[in-house]
């Protein structure tokens, strides 16, 4: 069965590098969306990619953050300068069509220190 | 703004009891309705869905039906199974008037089900 995966399942960084987390969505699925989970808080929409530019973004999704689909089957996000509240599980999705459910990855657990 | 509203867990029971979880949500128009799971150490997966008003989703035993005059999906097992031990997200999609698909999730009901 097809699946999304992502890279790495989890992270350590310091406050201030930048980190960039990687997924790899399914492959005929044309939706792509990053989401987080802050321990013990609900899962939060980040921010949704379609025909290679952001078509909708949460507050929570600064100038510090960035997506790109550098080739085609990698989508990655990128945290410039990590804040200590970044520490999340970040999750990735994709998905065929607007009225389509999200498949969702396993997450990947950044702790900033 | 929208919203999604679930009963606060933890949820404790013994194998074979009955299960519900309450969710309830706001939302303009008609959204699409989902409940995934979180078993431990995974992933969000799909655990059903129901897309408009009077829908019955159903999967591995677990049921919710779309209830538009209670704008409610609350979750229901008949007879719950150590491995359903899990966290449960209630999560509504609104297609329409701009929003891109993206889910707003419910805090996510912790259920432990004890042999």
């Known amino acids: 069965e097809p699946e999304v995966t992502q890279t790495p399942s989890h992270q350590v960084t310091q406050m201030g590098q930048e980190v960039i987390l990687r997924c790899v969505p399914i492959s005929n699925h044309l939706y792509f969306y990053w989401y987080r989970q802050i321990l013990g808080q609900k899962v939060e929409f980040l921010v949704s990619?379609?025909?290679?530019?952001?078509?909708?973004k949460s507050e929570i999704f600064d100038d510090q953050f960035s997506v790109e689909r550098p080739d085609g089957s990698n989508f990655t996000l990128k945290i410039r300068s990590t804040k200590l509240e970044d520490s999340a599980m970040y999750f990735c999705?994709?998905?065929?069509?607007?009225?389509?459910?999200?498949?969702f990855g396993e997450g990947s657990r950044l702790t900033v220190l | 703004g929208d919203s999604v509203t679930q009963m606060e867990g933890p949820v404790t029971l013994s194998e074979e009891a009955f299960l519900t979880i309450n969710c309830t949500y706001t939302?303009?128009?008609?959204?699409?309705l989902f409940w995934y799971v979180q078993y431990p150490g995974e992933g969000l997966q799909l655990l059903l869905k129901a897309t408009k008003a009077d829908d019955k989703g159903s999967n591995k035993g677990f049921e919710a039906t779309y209830r538009k005059e209670t704008t409610s999906f609350h979750l229901e097992k008949g007879s719950v199974q150590v491995s359903d031990s899990a966290v449960y997200f209630c999560a509504l999609m609104r297609v329409e008037g701009g929003s891109q698909g993206n889910l707003i999730f419910g805090k996510g009901t912790k259920l432990s089900v004890k042999p």
């Open positions: 990619f379609y025909n290679n530019e952001i078509s909708e």
């Open positions: 939302a303009t128009g008609y959204p699409s």
């Open positions: 999705a994709s998905t065929t069509g607007l009225a389509g459910w999200l498949f």
